[in-house]
């Protein structure tokens, strides 16, 4: 998703790149998200792929975001053994329903957390450019500040009689 991972990700893996989806100005929610996830779960279960990687930065602070990749398919279970339940409906019936949106749902907050980090990435720039346009106002106003006294400075120099006119006139 997005024009810099499409042009990072053709370089690297060429032929085996399948498919891009640009934004643009469009903000992220769900129901961008949902034809994504169902292609990607389509080409899986096509056999196409045998492991699904989501690779995406992880904002961290607004100067600091963290490359981060994520096994989406086939899901990695945190945690040990857990109780024995039954389940009404079959687990394949829940895990069809829930699988689905559980790839959307993080596919949505991996492009909730590049969103943010482009965000910090632009505020912090715009504080640099603001910054650095008062530096600039600064030293101009003091070129312009010293400019002006030096040609106050000739101007009353010029106006004053030299020390050999006053000789001159008083003798």
Not at 32 to 61: C, H, N, W
Request: charged share 20%.
């Amino acid at each position: 998703i997005g024009r810099k991972g499409r042009d990072q990700l053709r370089r690297q893996y060429g032929n085996r790149y399948l498919h891009n989806y640009e934004l643009g100005l469009k903000a992220p929610g769900l129901a961008l998200v949902q034809p994504i996830a169902r292609e990607v779960i389509d080409l899986y279960m096509s056999g196409q792929f045998d492991v699904v990687t989501l690779i995406y930065s992880r904002f961290k602070s607004v100067v600091t975001q963290i490359p981060t990749a994520k096994q989406l398919i086939p899901a990695e279970v945190e945690g040990g053994q857990s109780a024995f339940y039954d389940y009404e409906p079959d687990e394949d019936t829940i895990l069809g329903a829930l699988l689905p949106q559980n790839i959307s749902v993080q596919l949505l907050s991996a492009l909730l957390e590049n969103q943010a980090g482009f965000f910090a990435s632009q505020m912090a720039a715009m504080d640099n450019a603001t910054r650095n346009a008062g530096d600039l106002i600064n030293a101009l106003t003091i070129q312009m500040n010293r400019t002006r006294q030096a040609k106050i400075t000739t101007a009353l120099d010029m106006t004053q009689p030299s020390g050999d006119f006053f000789r001159w006139y008083w003798a």
